[in-house]
């Protein structure tokens, strides 16, 4: 019987495969594709996908369509693929089940250490029994990078490490982490007095003596993310730049609102976003860019009235809220400031310039605020599609125009994972994000590409790790090689044997993995969670 079963999938990814390359597929061969698996699939077992295949061939009787696009192909067939993959692996997956709302809301843990058979164990134990999502960092010169992007919950650091010792690395990063209040937590094997006193004096919030009871280890972390809750529950200022936080910004517009209900007087509301900062971060570092972001905010407190509200929106993006002033009035504010801002110089690798763009709407009725924010976030966006460093009014006509643009590349040599991970992508809700999914079937088909190469647009490429001709550890190397490498995120795919493969993409910068067979709904969350933090 699995002789056969082989023979069926493999029939399956053929197809797949060939319809990859063609523009358009016809009604009758996309029938025969869906009759055919339905007959053979009762017959070795699929129960469950011939009753599948079945449902979508009658459905096709009701759909006067001559030809198919291969994108509206891959939705309609993509539940019984997903079965044909379970199928596959019935041994090791379930029946994938939705994604609930608290496992995406799980907390981030941060673990640096460059034992990578250390950082695959914790990673399986945390995920496993704490469901917390954990990225893992092999190579310590990766840590401030991980830090900025991944924005965790929690920071995990070995003392031991070959190339920099954990403490020194711990006060490289202490001043990032005290300014958002992520704590800090020390392992070494030498649980010594001196050890500990000095991981306490350089920054550490816990130590923890190796080997360690993991259910011990989970609830420690625990502590410490209560805590974090707890004070940031408290704080309405940005911690790095001293300006309110988004969380104030409701209390601020209800104050507003309010004030304009009884004077009848409308206000405004501006969103400001930094140009180019992703590339000032990974041209001159994220220290220099945080200077950016402090500066950027005194000189927005310096030069706006005392009653204007300055706000942190998050990033590099913040909101300015304009009590009693009208759309023309603050357009001429935001535009004096945009012009003062862009003469300021700043020091990194040699002298450089700044400049912002800013989308801003006229308060003048009763509305939310997620309504007045999407009619700035418009404006902004027409501005970054004209060329940037200028002001757009926002008007109530404006359609909601995506405002971030993804690229996701898909690389595997299996038609069924492309098609089913490309699925999963589609599905996922990525509400104001443009997302641009594209298919390679190798490394070489990949790094060939033009494709996602840009200037600024992030690009998560989700790599099989073992493939002809180009592995995708070879493909991970020559991604860390290129001029715009910050713009990237690895997940790994690799199988289960390969502790090895995960070992050297770990050292080479990958930022997840996943081992074969994966339960898809896994995959969901994981790539949900690295596309969240990519912005």
Not at 86 to 108: C, M, T, W
Not at 124 to 133: F, G, M, N, T, V
Not at 310 to 329: A, D, S, W
Request: net charge negative; with cysteine.
């Amino acid at each position: 019987m699995e002789k056969y079963k082989q023979h069926f999938l493999k029939n399956i990814r053929k197809q797949l495969k060939d319809w990859e390359v063609v523009s358009f597929i016809s009604h009758e061969e996309l029938y025969r594709f869906l009759h055919s698996m339905a007959e053979t699939a009762a017959t070795i077992g699929g129960e469950k996908i011939g009753t599948k295949a079945t449902e979508l061939m009658n459905g096709l009787e009701d759909i006067d369509k001559e030809e198919w696009r291969l994108e509206s192909v891959e939705r309609y067939i993509f539940d019984v693929i997903q079965l044909c993959y379970v199928y596959d692996h019935q041994e090791l997956l379930g029946f994938p089940k939705r994604i609930n709302e608290q496992q995406k809301e799980s907390a981030v843990i941060l673990l640096i250490d460059d034992d990578t058979s250390f950082l695959m164990y914790m990673k399986e134990k945390l995920e496993e029994e704490a469901d917390w999502y954990v990225i893992v960092v092999a190579n310590p010169q990766k840590a401030a990078s991980a830090l900025y992007d991944m924005k965790p919950d929690c920071v995990i650091i070995d003392i031991h490490m070959k190339e920099k010792n954990g403490l020194e690395l711990l006060e490289f990063l202490n001043g990032k982490l005290k300014q958002q209040f992520i704590p800090t937590v020390i392992v070494s094997v030498d649980g010594g007095k001196e050890t500990r006193i000095n991981s306490y004096q350089k920054g550490a919030d816990d130590f923890i003596q190796k080997p360690f009871d993991i259910t011990e280890f989970i609830v420690r972390i625990q502590r410490q993310l209560d805590r974090k809750k707890q004070i940031h529950d408290l704080l309405l200022l940005d911690e790095l730049t001293h300006v309110y936080n988004r969380k104030y910004l409701n209390q601020a517009y209800e104050h507003l609102q309010n004030e304009r209900n009884r004077s009848r007087e409308p206000y405004c509301l501006a969103v400001l976003d930094i140009d180019h900062f992703k590339k000032i971060n990974d041209t001159h570092g994220h220290l220099v860019g945080d200077e950016i972001l402090k500066a950027f905010a005194r000189f927005l407190k310096e030069e706006t009235r005392m009653n204007d509200i300055v706000v942190r929106f998050g990033g590099e993006e913040f909101i300015i809220l304009f009590p009693k002033t009208n759309i023309q009035e603050g357009y001429e504010v935001i535009d004096r400031l945009r012009g003062k801002f862009k003469e300021l110089s700043f020091e990194g690798k040699g002298t450089f310039f700044c400049t912002f763009s800013s989308g801003i709407v006229e308060v003048n009725n009763v509305n939310t605020l997620e309504y007045w924010l999407q009619l700035a976030d418009n404006a902004l966006y027409e501005v970054k599609k004209k060329g940037r460093n200028r002001v757009q009014k926002a008007e109530s006509l404006y359609s909601f125009w995506p405002q971030k643009a993804l690229k996701v590349a898909v690389v595997d040599d299996d038609p069924i994972i492309r098609t089913i991970i490309k699925g999963i992508l589609t599905k996922l809700p990525h509400q104001q994000t443009v997302l641009e999914v594209k298919t390679f079937k190798d490394g070489k088909d990949f790094m060939n590409s033009k494709w996602h190469i840009t200037e600024e647009d992030p690009c998560l490429v989700i790599l099989d790790g073992i493939m002809p001709n180009v592995d995708g550890l070879e493909v991970l190397k020559w991604l860390y090689s290129q001029e715009q490498q910050g713009l990237y995120k690895v997940i790994i795919l690799t199988s289960r044997n390969s502790k090895e493969d995960v070992a050297r993409a770990l050292q080479l910068g990958a930022d997840d993995y996943m081992t074969k067979p994966f339960n898809l709904s896994e995959l969901e969350t994981r790539v949900g969670k690295l596309m969240s933090r990519m912005f």
